[in-house]
C-alpha cells in the first residue's frame, strides 16, 4: 500500500469519518488512522449476552441537520421513541410530550403541577425553539443556561422540576453552566424530531458513514504519535499527505497540537435487563434521589434483547449506589427489585467536552497548516461532530484545489 495519500486523517470518530466520506466521495485518497479497535469512537456498541449495549447511554436525532446530510439516515433502521417525558418523584408523575402536537395536554398536564404562567413559558419556549432558525437562537450575547431560563420567565421551581431534570441528563451540567445558546439548539432537536436508537445500535451510524467512504484507506490500533502538516508518525508506521486532518478527541488535539482543552463531563450509564415490558416508549426521568433519566430501549428495539426479555437503561450524573437507581427502576416501570438484573454499569468520564458560555461555532478548521475537528470545535454532539468534519473537508478541499 502507498504510504503517500491527498490526506490522513487521525481519529475514526464521527468528526474524522465524516471529513473521510466528503473526501473520498471528492475523489481524494484518504487514509483513517485511529488508535482503538473500532471506527465510531465514543458511538459504539458491544453485545453482553445477547442484550445490544451502547457505551454510554446516547440517543440520535433524525432531525440534525448535518445527519440528514450525511445521507446515512436510512441506514440506520433508527427506531424512535414516543415524543414525551414522563417524570416522576415517587408520588406523582406526569408528562411534557411533544408541543408540535400537545400543547394543549402539555398545559392541562403542567398546570396541576405548576403555576399556569410557568405550564405557558414552557410551551411557549418548545414552540419557539422549534419554529425558530438555529441561526437566529444563537443570536446576540451567550449567558448561561441557567440565566436564559429565568430570562424567559420561568420560575425556579419549574427549572428545578421539569427543566433541569432533562437537561442535567442531556448536557450532563449539575449547574446548568452550558452555554444557552447551546441549549436552545438543544430544545430545537429535541421539538423538531424524534430522538431514537439503531435496531443494531449506536455504532449503525459510524459503520454507515465508513460504508459511505468509497477506497477509503483505514488503519486501526494504530495510535498517532506525531505529526507534521504533511506527515504523520503512529506507532508502527509513517504515512505522508499533502494535507493532515486531527480529528481526535480535544484532550489528545491539545496533547498533540496544543489547542485548548476544556475538561469533560461524565456519564454513568446501567444496563438492566427486565422483563419484557408494555406501553413503556417514553422518556422516564426519575427525580426522587438525584435525577437519572430511564429509557425501555428493548420497546423499540426488540433485537437489542434476547427473545421475551426488556433492555433498559439508566443514565445520569455522577456515582450512585447500584442497589438505589435498581430500585427506582423497578419503582418508575412498576416491576419487582428481583425482575431486575444489572448487566453492566459504565462510567463513561469522557462523555462531553465541557461547554460553557459563549457557544462559538465559526472558529477556523485549522491550527497553522493542519486541519483540526471533532465536537469540541462545534457542540458535544453527533451533530457537533458531523459538522465539524463537513467544515474541515471544505477547508482541506479549497486548499488541494488550489
Ligand atoms: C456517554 C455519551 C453520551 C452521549 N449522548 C449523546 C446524545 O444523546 N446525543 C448526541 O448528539 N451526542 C451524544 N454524545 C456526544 C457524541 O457521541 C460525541 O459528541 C461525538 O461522538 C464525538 O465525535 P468526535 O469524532 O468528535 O470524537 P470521538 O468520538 O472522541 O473520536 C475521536 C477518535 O480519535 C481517536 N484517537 C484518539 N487519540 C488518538 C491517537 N493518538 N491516534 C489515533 N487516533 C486517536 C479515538 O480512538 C476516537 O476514535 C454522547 C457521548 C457520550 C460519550
Not at 486523517?9 to 473500532?38: K, M, P
Not at 432531525?63 to 416522576?88: K, T
Request: include cysteine; hydrophobic fraction near 40%.
Amino acid at each position: 500500500m502507498p504510504t503517500q495519500t491527498d490526506v490522513v486523517i487521525v481519529g475514526a470518530g464521527l468528526a474524522g469519518l465524516r471529513a473521510a466520506q466528503l473526501l473520498t466521495q471528492r475523489g481524494f485518497t484518504v487514509r483513517l488512522v485511529d488508535s482503538s479497535d473500532h471506527v465510531g469512537g465514543r458511538v459504539h456498541s458491544s453485545t453482553t449476552d445477547g442484550f445490544i449495549l451502547d457505551q454510554g447511554f446516547q440517543l440520535i436525532n433524525p432531525s440534525y441537520p448535518e445527519l440528514v446530510a450525511s445521507g446515512v439516515l436510512e441506514e440506520l433502521d433508527l427506531r424512535s421513541f414516543a415524543p414525551a417525558l414522563r417524570f416522576s418523584d415517587g408520588e406523582t408523575s406526569f408528562e411534557v410530550a411533544d408541543p408540535r402536537y400537545a400543547l394543549m395536554p402539555n398545559l392541562r398536564a403542567l398546570g396541576g403541577q405548576l403555576a399556569p404562567s410557568d405550564a405557558f413559558s414552557l410551551s411557549r419556549l418548545l414552540l419557539a425553539a422549534r419554529f425558530t432558525s438555529a441561526t437566529r437562537l444563537t443570536r446576540g450575547a451567550d449567558r448561561t443556561t441557567l440565566e436564559g431560563l429565568l430570562e424567559v420567565g420561568l420560575s425556579p421551581s419549574v427549572i428545578n422540576k421539569v427543566l433541569q431534570p432533562f437537561l442535567r441528563g442531556t448536557m450532563l451540567d449539575e449547574t446548568l453552566e452550558t452555554s444557552w445558546h447551546y441549549a436552545q439548539l438543544l430544545f430545537k432537536s429535541f421539538a423538531s424530531g424524534r430522538p431514537g436508537t439503531p435496531a443494531t445500535g449506536v455504532s449503525a451510524l459510524p459503520l454507515a458513514l465508513l460504508n459511505s467512504s468509497p477506497a477509503l484507506q483505514l488503519h486501526l490500533h494504530e495510535a498517532v504519535t506525531a505529526l507534521t502538516a504533511t506527515s504523520v508518525s503512529t506507532n508502527t508506521a509513517s504515512y505522508s499527505a499533502r494535507a493532515v486532518l486531527v480529528a481526535t478527541d480535544q484532550s489528545t488535539a491539545a496533547a498533540l497540537i496544543g489547542t485548548p482543552d476544556t475538561g469533560w463531563r461524565t456519564q454513568t450509564a446501567y444496563w438492566f435487563a427486565t422483563p419484557q415490558l408494555e406501553k413503556s416508549q417514553q422518556f422516564r426521568i426519575d427525580t426522587k434521589r438525584g435525577v437519572w433519566n430511564m429509557l425501555d430501549v428493548s420497546s423499540v428495539a426488540p433485537e437489542r434483547a434476547p427473545s421475551g426479555r426488556g433492555l433498559v437503561v439508566a443514565s445520569g450524573v455522577g456515582d450512585r449506589d447500584d442497589a438505589l437507581v435498581r430500585s427506582d427502576l423497578a419503582r418508575l416501570y412498576d416491576l419487582d427489585e428481583g425482575d431486575v438484573v444489572l448487566i453492566e454499569r459504565q462510567v463513561v468520564t469522557r462523555a462531553l467536552p465541557k461547554l460553557t458560555t459563549p457557544l462559538n461555532c465559526t472558529r477556523p478548521a485549522s491550527r497553522g497548516d493542519l486541519f483540526v475537528a471533532g465536537d469540541w470545535m462545534q457542540t458535544p454532539s453527533i451533530q457537533g461532530a458531523l459538522v465539524s468534519g463537513r467544515r474541515a473537508a471544505d477547508a482541506i478541499t479549497e486548499q488541494l484545489a488550489a
